[in-house]
């Protein structure tokens, strides 16, 4: 027998549609994820689950990451929601029809644990397979900007993991060869990605460029010696990917050695201009960030953009975004591609990251579209010079 997801209606709450979308679109990859999202979409009781969040926290991918964590400090269990669950050893089917009702169980015997996390915790997924997008993106910045060591800053840093960016070994698959960059004596594994189309200007090339500072900012930064605030982050990770848990750990001892700070604010970018007050003279303030204006309301963009807007053009600041399709047009006013990207994951637009550049011009902040990539780093698409 199978189970259809899709045999009982969406409930009547504002946001079943979301996670309706969510399971049909945005988690293809993970079939148990997938089915969850439909499965709330039908329940009234997760739904309400949900509202706990903040209004800009309330997405699936923060309820689905309560649930994990919940998941990951009962371990492996024989019976019940863990069962499903690849992170603690579950191997039962997302189509058996058990699930629901182990669903609605966990809900209830955890509602107070969940209802705590929708409303203290945020999603930081924190993903350093995107640093396969951010090296070719900091090379372009350094053939730009020629000769200038590089300060990172990270809006929305979380544990700060991306801002190590030059201390991770890169394999990148093309014309079916792999190449091999970055440090060769780094202690932990490599991460991957395939890139389709010509390569970026220079990648399989040693990095032209050094970091001579760090720092990031986040609503509530991650300690890196928090065992509780570590398994956060692991909850955050889907549950079926082997690959992004074994990716976290090696980012983890990486930042610890790193030890950039993240600066806990509610307004980033005034730490972001006492930072840039700090700097000596010589260097290239670069400011990123990922996936993190998808929680902005419209009026928090168009804010956080003017003031960006208005560093990069009387500071020399330049910022580095990689956000959703909405968020590009939002901030730049650019038009993303429209296509897929053929015969590779998460191949629809509406599922991609846009890397763009935002540098000082002549008469304002000029904008370029630097490349597309799958949202954690899988493969990307070189689209600038």
Request: charged share 15%; hydrophobic share 45%.
């Amino acid at each position: 027998m199978t189970f259809d997801p899709m045999q009982a209606p969406l409930a009547a709450h504002p946001d079943a549609a979301l996670y309706e979308h969510c399971g049909l679109h945005d988690f293809t990859d993970d079939p148990l994820y997938a089915t969850l999202c439909r499965l709330i979409a039908r329940s009234p009781a997760l739904l309400a689950l949900h509202d706990q969040a903040p209004p800009t926290q309330r997405r699936a991918t923060l309820l689905l990451a309560a649930l994990h964590h919940g998941v990951l400090r009962g371990g492996p269990q024989p019976t019940g929601l863990p069962a499903w669950y690849g992170s603690v050893g579950g191997q039962r089917s997302p189509q058996d029809p058990a699930l629901p009702q182990a669903l609605a169980a966990f809900a209830e015997a955890h509602g107070e644990e969940l209802r705590h996390l929708l409303t203290h915790r945020r999603t930081q997924t924190n993903e350093t397979g995107r640093c396969t997008a951010l090296r070719p993106a900091l090379d372009a910045i350094a053939r730009r900007h020629p000769g200038r060591p590089l300060a990172l800053f990270d809006f929305g840093a979380s544990a700060g993991l991306n801002l190590a960016v030059d201390r991770y070994r890169l394999h990148y698959r093309s014309g079916g060869h792999t190449h091999a960059t970055g440090p060769t004596d780094a202690p932990w594994p490599a991460l991957h990605a395939q890139v389709v189309g010509a390569p970026p200007p220079g990648l399989f090339e040693p990095p032209r460029w050094t970091v001579a500072a760090r720092c990031g900012t986040d609503l509530a930064p991650v300690d890196l010696h928090d065992p509780e605030a570590t398994a956060w982050l692991r909850a955050c990770l889907w549950p079926g990917d082997a690959v992004r848990r074994e990716r976290l750990d090696m980012a983890l001892a990486v930042a610890r050695s790193v030890a950039a700070p993240v600066v806990a604010a509610e307004d980033g970018l005034t730490v972001l201009e006492d930072w840039l007050a700090t700097l000596p003279i010589g260097v290239q303030p670069v400011l990123f960030n990922t996936w993190v204006l998808a929680y902005f309301t419209p009026e928090m963009l168009a804010t956080h953009g003017a003031r960006v807007h208005a560093l990069v053009q009387q500071r020399g600041l330049l910022w580095l975004s990689a956000e959703d399709a909405p968020r590009l047009a939002a901030t730049t006013g650019l038009r993303p591609p429209e296509q897929p990207v053929a015969g590779m994951a998460r191949s629809a637009p509406t599922s991609h990251t846009f890397w763009t550049l935002t540098e000082p011009g002549p008469a304002g902040v000029v904008h370029t579209l630097l490349a597309r990539a799958h949202p954690h780093g899988a493969w990307l698409e070189w689209l600038g010079d």
